[in-house]
């Protein structure tokens, strides 16, 4: 390496990117280059705008890389969004951003590549919380991913089939920059038989719909799953969500008559995608309900649900370390506080569809852990946290023990101290596994001086896992064995977790539904 500015060549074409430093929290100063917006598929527009991913146009030269790409993300649906996620104009929305310790072919470094969250609709892979620094310093190459969102990645267009138009073009987005990485990582330092994919929230669903695709299985060997939802919508759950948002913006649910509207138009009437709702009705938390407008599974790119496909095998041999923080959605009803103060929250669970006995025992988990006392709209708030994101750890965790590759769980039980985040809410974990605590925008969700000594335990799983294979901690099985981060800064124990949550799993998806 040299003072001058990195040049790596791609199949495409050169980029140039640049050197950055980095001071750790002791201190410690590392160098490392960024490479950015390197576009790994054509523009997303005109003809190609509902196509499937096509080659990006070659250059001549070598390509300025230090600046990020243009986003799929034209305005956060998030006011304000808890993650800093820039949203950058432009039609090569299609990009990656490379950061890497060691931009020389012959350098074999393990690589991450991350797939960033925001419930397919929103999110961005310019976010400082994804750059992977912290993993440059310790040897690793970092990628990071974009994929289209909302109507342009996920509606189900009727016409899919004529003329380019396809179906699940996001997910087909995650897999033409994995093959990308496959075939360019090398010449950033990387080793492409040495990958982990990563990602939060819709993008810890990513990764669970990649370990379960059978045509993703040569693009990584490791998965980390934070906080994943279940991307498995069925196929007329979605084509029914298209419908509405397409027919609230004027035009037909398909290719042919949505080309003809600004993707701002489908922005504006995301909410068209569930159907109108009596608010003097129960909301039932205790279902299976899916985003609507994720990935879709239509038997040909997404072949099973993700349950399904591990139930079948399908990954079984790839390692996983999948997990969750302990209160993702609870301040969810914290609006409803007052209203619901002094309420006993059992029969208000049983009216939100759990059996009288499961919502005694939400309860009861409720008082043993010490946050009864927060009042029902959290013992309500954590019932939607454990149905959307903590059965789903704990049901795929449990489904793949005792197989081929090593499945381990974690729970982030660390509270924010922020005066407007909740208890360990979702997102809070990115900057501790990322050793990223100096971060834009992480004071404002994890408040003053957040302990570097739990960033020191998470990231040292997260680099152990990604670049050794391992975590140390024993695997999850019988026991329910569950690295536990918190609620102390600088504790990490193993402790059984997500028994709960696994039979809250089984009432939603293998018993019949309590009648309201």
Aim: net charge negative.
């Amino acid at each position: 390496m040299n003072a001058q500015a990195p040049v790596v060549t791609t199949d495409s074409g050169a980029v140039r990117g640049a050197w950055h430093e980095h001071t750790s929290a002791d201190g410690r100063t590392s160098r490392h280059a960024v490479f950015r917006g390197i576009p790994f598929a054509a523009a997303p527009v005109g003809q190609l705008r509902f196509a499937a991913p096509q080659p990006p146009v070659a250059w001549d030269g070598v390509r300025d890389a230090t600046q990020f790409g243009p986003t799929p993300q034209r305005i956060s649906p998030y006011n304000p969004p808890r993650v800093p996620e820039p949203s950058i104009p432009g039609e090569e929305t299609l990009n990656v951003s490379v950061t890497t310790p060691d931009p020389s072919a012959s350098a074999g470094l393990p690589v991450l590549v991350y797939i960033h969250g925001g419930g397919f609709i929103g999110g961005s892979p310019a976010s400082p919380w994804y750059v992977g620094e912290a993993f440059a310093r310790d040897g690793v190459v970092t990628a990071v991913l974009s994929y289209r969102l909302g109507f342009e990645g996920f509606a189900w267009l009727a016409d899919a089939g004529r003329d380019g138009v396809v179906n699940n073009r996001g997910v087909l987005d995650w897999l033409f920059g994995l093959e990308w990485v496959q075939r360019n990582i090398a010449a950033f330092g990387g080793d492409p038989s040495r990958v982990t994919i990563a990602g939060q929230s819709a993008g810890g669903a990513a990764v669970m719909r990649l370990l379960t695709m059978p045509s993703a299985q040569h693009l990584f060997q490791g998965v980390l799953a934070l906080s994943p939802a279940d991307a498995s919508s069925p196929v007329e759950a979605t084509a029914e969500a298209t419908r509405r948002v397409a027919h609230a913006s004027g035009c037909e649910p398909t290719a042919e008559s949505a080309s003809r509207v600004h993707e701002d138009v489908f922005f504006a009437h995301r909410e068209a995608v569930d159907p109108p709702r009596d608010p003097s009705q129960p909301r039932i938390i205790f279902k299976d309900a899916p985003l609507a407008l994720a990935p879709c599974v239509d038997g040909e790119v997404c072949e099973q649900t993700v349950s399904d496909a591990l139930a079948a095998g399908v990954g079984a041999d790839k390692r996983l370390f999948i997990g969750s923080t302990a209160h993702e959605f609870t301040m969810m009803l914290s609006p409803s506080r007052q209203q619901l103060a002094g309420l006993d929250p059992v029969p208000l669970l049983v009216e939100a569809g759990a059996s009288e006995e499961l919502a005694r025992d939400v309860v009861e988990d409720a008082r043993e852990r010490g946050e009864l006392e927060r009042g029902t709209a959290w013992v309500l708030g954590q019932a939607i946290s454990d149905v959307i994101f903590r059965s789903c750890v704990a049901h795929w965790a449990q489904t793949r023990k005792g197989g081929p590759g090593p499945t381990w769980t974690y729970d982030f039980r660390w509270e924010s101290r922020s005066p407007d985040v909740e208890g360990a809410a979702h997102c809070i974990d990115i900057p501790f596994g990322m050793d990223m605590l100096s971060a834009e925008g992480v004071e404002e969700a994890l408040g003053p001086q957040p302990p570097q000594a739990l960033a020191d335990l998470v990231h040292a799983d997260w680099l152990g896992f990604v670049r050794d294979g391992e975590v140390d901690a024993p695997v999850h099985g019988d026991g329910w064995e569950t690295v536990v981060y918190g609620p102390d800064a600088g504790h990490r124990s193993v402790e059984p977790a997500y028994r709960l949550q696994k039979r809250i799993w089984d009432a939603i998806h293998l018993e019949a539904p309590a009648a309201p």
